[in-house]
């Protein structure tokens, strides 16, 4: 079986593949597990290992944006299984050409949701490809119809952007993250939520209508993370919503990377 990992800011996911769907998924909150005095790698053992359970790993792939996290949970996974771990980097082989100026700074969940999305959807017959992934923070990558990442965008999760509103203000208080059905605030509190919220669905239905313009083809839209479904059920042009795309991408690029 085959263990994906994707280290966030937010949390560890994972999923343990037998074949090419998971069998099992996962999601461990950081803070909860780094919050307490027992060393991150003792911690991340006694996180993980539940997980693992009954479960033969003869291979790990891990996609990191936060090193030291990622470091104390290859630790923990040294004590709870002898597979070997393949970390995703942009200099391992790769189902498309990188055309991305600082390939160093390109984050591998990134790289991941890309690869996946592009093996999934776009490689045949050829069609550009681009990908949403909807978390902390909201990406979007783009693969060009002939094989060929081009980069794509950053902005801010609604998680993010009510604790900018937060900490930058003096009286605004924390909301609920829930989309209200009346974009016309009529207190303060759902002024914010719809700002944060319908912020998003039209922040994400604006760029890949922008991206798109600037691709020789209509691309195939796929979403991924945590408000993946809040935006599907709100978009008008959505292809595949695949909750786990950035973990299928990690088993993708790992095995390549092996074989």
């Given amino acids: 079986m085959f263990l994906a990992l994707d280290v966030g800011n937010s949390a560890v996911k994972g999923a343990i593949f037998d074949g090419a769907e998971p ?6 909150s950081v803070d909860a597990v ?9 911690a991340w053992t006694t ?4 997980h693992l359970r009954d479960a033969a790993i003869d291979h790990v792939g891990m996609a990191a944006v936060v090193p030291a996290t990622a470091d104390a949970v290859t630790a923990a996974l040294e004590t709870c299984t002898t597979a070997p771990v ?18 160093d700074t390109l984050g591998t969940d990134r790289l991941a949701a890309a690869a996946a999305g592009w093996v999934r ?29 081009r980069g794509g965008t950053i902005a801010a999760g609604p998680g993010l952007t009510r604790g900018a509103l937060r900490v930058g203000t003096a009286q605004l208080p924390d909301v609920p993250l829930t989309l209200p059905d009346d974009p016309i605030g009529h207190s303060t509190q759902t002024a914010l939520q719809s700002g944060i919220m319908w912020g998003l669905v039209d922040g994400v239905r604006g760029m890949t209508r922008r991206l798109g313009a600037a691709l020789p083809d209509a691309p195939v839209v796929v979403l991924t993370g945590g408000w993946a479904g809040l935006l599907a059920d709100h978009l ?3 292809d595949h919503h695949r909750p786990h795309l950035v973990l299928d991408g ?10």
């Fill in 236 to 238: 008008e042009r959505v």
């Fill in 121 to 149: 959807f776009g490689d045949a017959p050829a069609r550009s490809v681009v990908v949403v992934d909807a978390g902390t923070a909201v990406t979007c990558e783009v693969v060009h119809r002939e094989g060929v990442y």
């Fill in 86 to 103: 393949t970390r995703i980097r942009p200099t391992m082989p790769l189902p498309f050409g990188l055309d991305y100026e600082t390939p």
């Fill in 23 to 28: 069998a099992r998924v996962f999601s461990v």
């Fill in 47 to 50: 996180a993980l290992r539940p």
């Fill in 34 to 42: 780094e919050g307490g005095d027992e060393p991150p790698a003792a």
């Fill in 250 to 259: 990690v088993r993708l690029l790992a095995e390549a990377s092996a074989a």
